[in-house]
């Protein structure tokens, strides 16, 4: 099962590091991403990162804001959050990720953490 962790309440201009963790299986084999949903919103990929050699991708609108990575010794894959904007708010899952022109789930969810991003 994948556990995302991390979230909470932070300024606008702020900076969240959320983490994604698997308690049955080694991530190092996985393309893991990060999803976001806010209320009414579709569900939106954010970032992938693929299990070797690691290339990441993101969505415009987080680009040069965000960086994912990963820490196979740790068996955790994170996401850091720079300049933080009201419009990033939303519950973020981690799951197992393909890319195409967008960031897709390929279906293995975990549990979401709540970012708010609020004066």
């Known amino acids: 099962q994948l556990q995302a962790s991390g979230g909470g309440l932070v300024q606008p201009g702020g900076s969240l590091r959320l983490s994604c963790s698997a308690s049955r299986f080694a991530l190092d084999y996985y393309a893991i991403g990060w999803f976001r949903q806010a209320p009414g919103k579709e569900r939106e990929g954010v970032s992938c990162i693929q299990g070797s050699p690691g290339r990441t991708y993101y969505a415009d609108s987080v680009k040069g804001r965000f960086t994912i990575s990963r820490d196979n010794r740790k068996n955790t894959v994170y996401l850091q959050m720079n300049g933080l904007k009201p419009e990033d708010s939303a519950v973020y899952y981690c799951?197992?990720?393909?890319?195409?022109?967008?960031?897709?789930?390929?279906?293995?969810w975990g549990q979401g953490t709540l970012v708010t991003v609020s004066s």
């Open positions: 799951a197992t990720c393909g890319y195409s022109n967008i960031i897709y789930s390929t279906g293995y």
